[in-house]
């Protein structure tokens, strides 16, 4: 089925505008998609109609508050199919999610000598954590090299795995390439070594239907901005058992059973890991972009961004001086490229001047970047609401700035 | 040898010309910064690099006859055109030129505009260097 991308367009108010006098072509979305009007209205409703503290007050309000957020728990542990809405923890985004098993989980199970495997096309997110606990710990952060199509060298992985693996924290897809990593098989095989396997699903989530109980792997965490939500809010899934067996991350108000001065007892999952007043407007509004995607249907997303990226890939290989970087075979609809005798911040900059929205730089993926020896990519970055027309639009804007230095 | 103002002026003229087309600015900037001399290999050393700057950008002075020359180079075509345009205001000048110099030219192209907040402080950084050694020859001059 193909999408009626018009009818989906009118619901997003930020496209329909012009930037440097020319048509918005907003590509940026692996960093952040744009919001819904439903999204947008939620988080004011919210506002204007229920705000209140939620699980305290004895008071309609507070009532009302408290199931939307937890409608919004039970939405997500739909949205990855989780066993129990008790195995949703709502963050601040997917950093605070690696950080907070990395300080509980991490400090609490790992020794001296212990090994953390992580992928050399980590975001940073997925590196500094690992490397900060391996250095108080005495652990040793363990890397699986990357080939130069952009992709898991998977026979390295295998023989780094052993006894001394007991985390193995891998990005689901690259944000800087698009590859989507084989973590099923990967989640297997570290299973057989007894490791726990942390799935970063920031750019995942947006474009794979994604299935915790299949995938059978012990922590996920992503992003509701990647996710047509809003900003400010991550989650982390763990399993049951896992998260009972781990200390809390941060104390305060709402984590605890009961508090006198001798000692604390702690609340149960999910509450154990939720101190404070949590981000309640946007974990209300995150369930209307869920309903968002649930009512477009990934499947039909996916194949609509798949036809995208075959359409650029094709169009833009055409063009002289296109260089494309990470081509691996199974990607999202995101394409890494460089302009041959160009930096591309140079290309990025230009191609905003004709108000088209691309990310430049390292992404914060500078070993990655290192490994390819390249100081950073221009990242063109597709979602549902675009279209082949704004494709073109970038194609003869790129074929405008390549002729600079490749006549 | 025309006033740090003068250049200021012709320079704004010359980007009143492009007009609102934030994309043939781009391409004029880019020319620019084509047309920066070769910077000496000896120089592009560490120390020489300017801090702030998102680019790299690699900036050395010389005393001519107390007058400075500058001499500068970046890895983006878009900030060596920058760097050209302060180049040509601020080179060649007498420290004292250079330090009392208001840079208006800057904020009347909109090169903020052109350049993004973001990469703003990087200029506010090639300023502040340029005009730190202008001090250091000033002070050298007086002692």
Redesign the interface.
């Given at each position: 089925m193909s999408l009626n991308v018009d009818k989906i367009r009118d619901q997003f108010p930020v496209l329909h505008q012009e930037v440097n006098g020319r048509p918005l072509v907003y590509f940026d979305n692996a960093a952040t998609t744009q919001k819904p009007q439903s999204v947008i209205d939620a988080i004011s409703g919210y506002y204007k109609l229920d705000n209140s503290n939620i699980h305290r007050g004895a008071h309609t309000l507070a009532d009302r508050a408290t199931r939307y957020f937890e409608d919004t728990r039970a939405a997500v542990k739909e949205f990855i199919n989780a066993r129990e809405d008790s195995e949703i923890i709502f963050t601040k985004g997917t950093t605070e999610s690696i950080n907070l098993v990395a300080s509980t989980y991490g400090r609490k199970f790992l020794t001296k000598g212990d090994e953390v495997l992580i992928s050399a096309m980590e975001h940073h997110s997925n590196i500094v954590p690992w490397q900060m606990l391996c250095e108080e710990k005495e652990a040793v952060l363990k890397i699986i090299p990357v080939n130069d199509q952009g992709e898991i060298i998977y026979d390295e992985f295998e023989k780094l795995l052993s006894e001394k693996t007991k985390i193995l924290s891998v990005i689901h897809v690259s944000n800087a390439l698009g590859t989507i990593n084989p973590v099923r098989e990967m989640i297997q095989a570290a299973k057989k070594w007894g490791a726990k396997v942390f799935l970063d699903g920031a750019q995942s989530t947006s474009h794979l239907t994604i299935d915790v109980q299949e995938l059978d792997c012990d922590f996920l965490a992503f992003s509701a901005h990647k996710l047509y939500g809003p900003t400010g809010l991550g989650i982390l899934y763990g399993k049951r058992e896992v998260l009972e067996s781990m200390p809390p991350y941060q104390g305060g108000g709402e984590m605890i059973k009961e508090v006198s001065f001798e000692k604390t007892t702690y609340n149960d999952i999910p509450f154990k890991f939720e101190a404070g007043t949590p981000n309640i407007a946007d974990v209300i509004a995150f369930k209307t972009a869920l309903d968002f995607i649930r009512e477009i249907g990934k499947s039909n997303i996916k194949n609509h961004e798949d036809e995208l990226l075959r359409y650029a890939s094709s169009s833009w290989s055409e063009i002289k001086g296109f260089i494309p970087v990470g081509i691996a075979k199974d990607k999202i609809s995101v394409i890494s490229f460089n302009i041959r005798e160009m930096h591309p911040f140079d290309v990025g900059v230009m191609l905003d001047a004709t108000g088209i929205a691309v990310r430049t730089g390292h992404h914060c993926t500078q070993p990655l970047m290192q490994r390819f020896g390249l100081e950073g990519t221009v990242r063109a970055s597709f979602s549902v609401y675009n279209t082949k027309s704004e494709i073109d639009q970038m194609t003869e804007a790129v074929s405008k700035i390549a002729k600079i230095k490749n006549k | 040898m025309s006033s740090v103002n003068d250049i200021q002026n012709e320079i704004i003229e010359e980007f009143n010309i492009l007009g609102?087309?934030?994309?043939s600015?781009?391409?004029y900037i880019?020319e620019l910064g084509g047309k920066l001399p070769d910077f000496p290999e000896n120089e592009r050393i560490d120390s020489n690099i300017i801090k702030g700057c998102?680019?790299k950008v690699w900036l050395t002075a010389k005393d001519d006859n107390d007058q400075i020359e500058f001499l500068a180079d970046s890895?983006?075509?878009?900030?060596k055109g920058l760097i050209s345009l302060l180049i040509r205001v601020l080179s060649g000048k007498k420290p004292k030129e250079i330090l009392d110099a208001d840079l208006f030219f800057i904020d009347k192209i909109g090169m903020g505009n052109i350049?993004?907040s973001q990469r703003s402080n990087g200029l506010a950084a090639m300023i502040k260097q340029m005009k730190l050694y202008a001090l250091a020859y000033q002070t050298k001059q007086n002692a």
């Open positions: - | 609102d087309d934030k994309e600015t781009i391409f880019m998102q680019s890895n983006t075509d878009i900030t350049i993004g």
